[in-house]
């Protein structure tokens, strides 16, 4: 049996004057005062009962509370990080980040404390210019934005 954590996302995609990309930032309080590094395609993981693209819609429904919009998907292939390989599809669509009502995950808060607190998946959704981009999300995830723009 394959022992390797896997994650499939959708990147979303829009051109406005630029090429623009939607990142969601990691909610939790790892991440709540960071910002470079801190961003990342909406994606999660995924075992052998499931196809890496229904992982992928599974995942932007629940972390951003929306539907995956029309389109067709663009595959940008494989990166590793964090231990895990991430499958990647990037679809070129629109939505208001102010209607997205993240999923939650729970934890155990302060550490070692014995009590459990609900965080957001992510809390806060932005669109970025693809250099923008760059310099905000998880370096492991950052050739997802070459192959994006590359194309």
Do not use: C, N
Not at 80 to 88: D, E, M, N, R
Not at 125 to 133: L, N, T
Not at 136 to 150: G, N, Y
Request: a negative charge.
């Amino acid at each position: 049996m394959d022992s390797v954590k896997r994650s499939a996302g959708i990147l979303l995609f829009r051109r406005t004057t630029q090429l623009e990309v939607l990142l969601g930032h990691m909610g939790g309080p790892f991440w709540a005062r960071k910002d470079a590094g801190a961003w990342s395609v909406p994606k999660g993981e995924y075992t052998d009962d499931e196809t890496p693209e229904a992982a992928a819609r599974r995942e932007f429904a629940e972390e951003l509370g929306l539907e995956v919009p029309d389109g067709e998907l663009i595959p940008l292939g494989e990166a590793k990080g964090s231990g895990k390989v991430i499958t990647v599809w990037a679809l070129e669509g629109d939505l208001d980040p102010e209607t997205v009502t993240p999923g939650t995950f729970e934890m155990e808060w302060p550490p070692k404390s014995g009590q459990r607190k609900t965080f957001p998946e992510v809390d806060k959704v932005a669109w970025f210019s693809v250099e923008e981009a760059s310099a905000k999300i998880v370096s492991a995830q950052r050739p997802f934005l070459d192959r994006l723009s590359s194309r």
